[in-house]
């Protein structure tokens, strides 16, 4: 099929779609935000394969479809997470798919059924039912082999990184030219 064959395929299973009731759900695959819903109620993660439907910015206990409110990357790599600064600052919360097996999931485009607090995730589960498992993508799916797994950062210690000190009869490179010589 050429592109526009696909296109009128894609336009006619759409009104199919409407037309029967069926629609797109969080774990969804799309491409564009209205794949996933007309009232903008979801939208398409496109940094994930084939697209992942979800809502982002969800808070404990509102995901619809049984699904879970999640915060990934809730610290900075190489920083511990701690709730004392709840929501993390870089953190972003968001709807996933929730699942018993991996059968449930994606698994022909990449994704298992998993916990996300688990590694290589190390995200939080932000609702009051701790024990979800949701649809993720493997581990070897998102960075050609596997998460980076980082170890504590300096800055993340409360003295913070070491700084060598700086002699003061040293002159910085660049101080003292002449900003007005040619």
């Known amino acids: 099929m050429n592109r526009f064959e696909l296109a009128a395929c894609a336009s006619l299973l759409g009104l ?15 491409a564009l935000n209205t794949d996933c819903s007309l009232q903008g109620n979801l939208v398409c993660d496109n940094s994930q394969p084939y ?28 920083c511990a997470y701690n709730d004392y600064n709840s929501p993390a600052r870089t953190a972003r919360t968001m709807c996933l798919e929730q699942c018993h097996k991996d059968s449930d999931c994606r698994t022909n485009e990449g994704y298992i059924c998993a916990d996300p607090r688990q590694p290589p995730w190390n995200g939080v589960i932000v609702d009051d039912d701790q024990q979800q498992l949701v649809c993720m993508l493997k ?37 003292g030219v002449d900003a007005g010589a040619d």
Do not use: R, W
């Not at 969800?58 to 990357?73: G, H, K, S, Y």
């Open 139 to 175: 581990p070897d799916y998102a960075d050609g082999g596997g998460y980076a797994s980082f170890v504590d950062a300096g800055v993340c210690q409360p003295t913070g990184p070491e700084v060598p000190q700086i002699e003061a009869g040293v002159t910085p490179f660049g101080a």
């Open 51 to 78: 697209g992942y439907c979800t809502y982002f910015n969800c808070v404990p206990d509102t995901c619809q479809n049984e699904a879970a409110c999640v915060a990934m990357t809730p610290a900075v790599p190489g």
């Open 16 to 30: 199919l779609g409407a037309v029967t009731g069926c629609k797109a759900h969080i774990g969804s695959p799309c």
